[in-house]
Each structure stands twice: as C-alpha cells, then as structure tokens.
C-alpha cells in the first residue's frame, strides 16, 4: 500500500513539474514571513491519502496525521530534527510547519480539538511553528493551540527556557513545485483589494482610530458605503483576518499596504468561540496573536476593519 501511495505522489509531482522552469522559484518561509506557497487557502479542502497523511488538496501540502502527531511531545530545537528524520510512506521531506501553515488546519467551528474533522490525531494543546515573532526575533516562535486555535508566541528558542516543550505535526512541500508568491494587493483610495483571495478591504481612517462593540461593529459594516460599493461590507472571519498579517513586520504586523491598522488594541472577527456565544475571536495586530474575547458586555470595545466579497 505504501509503495501505491508513493508511486502515485510521484506522479503527481511529475505531472506538477512540468513546464517552464522559468516559473518555479524554491520555497524560503522565514526569508520572507509574507510570502505563501501557492496558495495557502482561507477555505482549505483536506482528504486522507492513506492511514498517516491528510492531504489539503489546494495548496498540495501533505500532513502527518499519525498516532505520534498527537503524541509527540519536544523542545524547539528537537522538533525540528524530530521532522527532518521522519519517514511516513516513504515520504522523508518533512519539516515544521509555518505560522500561515499550521493555521489552515485550524477549524474555528469546532473545540478540543479545534481541527477539521479529517485529522484522526490531534492533541487539544499547544504545537510548534518555525516562524519567527518577527524578521528581528529569532528566540521567539509561534505556536497555536488546537484545544480551541489560540495562537501566540512562545520563547521556547530563548536558552533561559530550553525545557519548553509543545506537541509537533510535520508538514510536507515534497509534492508541490515549491513556488512562492508575493500577496497581490491593490490600493485605490480607501480600498484595498486583495487579488489573492478576491476580497476588498476597507482602509480608512476609523479601521485605527475608533473602537467600537461587536453588535456596533457588525452594523457599521453592515452600513458601510465606500467608493461605488454600497453594500455587501461585513466582518471578516477569522482566517480572512488572518491573512493579513505579515509577521515581517510588528507594531503593526500587518501588509504594508495597509496604511490605517492599529496595534494598541484587538480587531473583531465574525468566529464567535465555538462552545461559548458570548466570546468573539479577534486579531491584535501588534504582532498577530489570535486570542478571545468577551462580546456582550457594552463597555467592551475594540476595532473593525470591513471586507466584502470582491
């Protein structure tokens, strides 16, 4: 069975390779934290190739999802050794996944664990990224924790805490043609439109300047008026949020076509905690910790940036 499975993902990379060397360009995460193998999807389609690999169909990155992905427990610098020797299916390409990666598997519908329903083998802790806080932090590393997809950093790489262990997933590029891209942003006046995943951003002065509570925020979308696009404005999920984070930057973290982001405070998303109403998730573009928050009490505000379907 294994051999069939091997056969077939080379084939796959065969059929993938062919064409225009001239449009393949290897895959550096960490040299650029805003850049994305192609493409690393809001909306991501997993299947199972076999009993230890989850295949997301879009992006073509391949998933350990074995017992030992739920059970794998290491320092940093462990986990990403612990990748670079594994073998699953003849397959000994593996690595630690990025922040942007390892997001993809997270299902905000969903609680302990917090994974789409075609992962088998998923703890409800905290797992390693190899990304970095940012470009100037190398001893901080993110990590999200799967019991209901908080992410934040860790200084598990910093030597006063070589002890910190968190649980470890190994991701694959072994099949894909390992292409990068930069996010394809356009700004024209207030707008930004993101070309990557088809939605238009609002970009204005009040995206920074005025908090607000969640039922306020999700009528000022619903409200909104900018350019020729007069409806359709809401809040972005949080994987729509998400995206714009670049994780090269900090205070804000956010692409630098974004002109108007605030970062002394938390924006809305429309994920509301999965087994709690009354908590919202939100995004802190300070550095792109993804964390909850309570959403009824009226004093509670914070800010909104509205997207729209493009």
């Known amino acids: 069975m294994k051999h069939i499975i091997y056969i077939t993902l080379t084939l796959l990379l065969l059929l993938q390779g062919c064409g225009s060397d001239d449009t393949k360009k290897e895959s550096t995460p960490e040299a650029s934290q805003d850049k994305t193998i192609i493409d690393l ?71 302990i664990p917090a994974v789409y329903d075609t992962f088998s083998n998923t703890d409800s802790e905290e797992y390693w990224t190899t990304s970095k806080r940012n470009e100037t932090q190398d001893l901080y590393r993110w990590t999200i924790h799967f019991k209901r997809g908080l992410v934040h950093f860790q200084t ?5 805490r070589f002890s910190t262990q968190h649980n470890v997933r190994c991701v694959s590029d072994e099949f894909t043609n ?62 729509e949020l998400a995206s714009l984070i670049n994780l ?7 692409a630098n076509v974004f002109v108007n982001s605030a970062y002394n405070d938390a924006y809305w998303t429309n994920d509301q905690q999965a087994k709690l109403e009354s908590s919202q998730w939100n995004i802190n573009f300070k550095d792109g910790v993804i964390n909850l928050s309570g959403k009824n009490h009226a004093s ?11």
């Open 248 to 254: 090269s930057n900090d205070n804000p973290a956010v």
């Open 41 to 111: 999807p809001i909306k991501p389609l997993f299947s199972r190739v076999s009993g230890n690999i989850v295949k997301e169909e879009q992006s073509n990155l391949y998933w350990q999802d074995n017992l030992e992905a739920k059970t794998t427990i290491k320092k940093f610098s462990d986990a990403q050794s612990h990748c670079a020797s594994l073998t699953l299916d003849e397959i000994d390409s593996w690595r630690l996944p990025t922040y942007k990666e390892l997001l993809m598997l997270v299902n905000y519908k969903k609680e």
């Open 178 to 239: 390992k292409r990068t891209k930069e996010r394809d942003f356009v700004r024209e006046g207030e707008i930004v439109t993101d070309n990557t995943y088809n939605l238009l951003w609002q970009d204005t002065r009040e995206s920074k300047t005025i908090k607000r509570s969640f039922a306020d925020s999700d009528a000022y979308c619903d409200n909104l008026s900018l350019a020729q696009y007069g409806s359709g404005w809401r809040i972005p999920t949080t994987k």
């Open 156 to 160: 598990g790489a910093y030597p006063a």
């Open 300 to 310: 509670f505000n914070q800010y909104v940036r509205c997207v729209r379907d493009k």
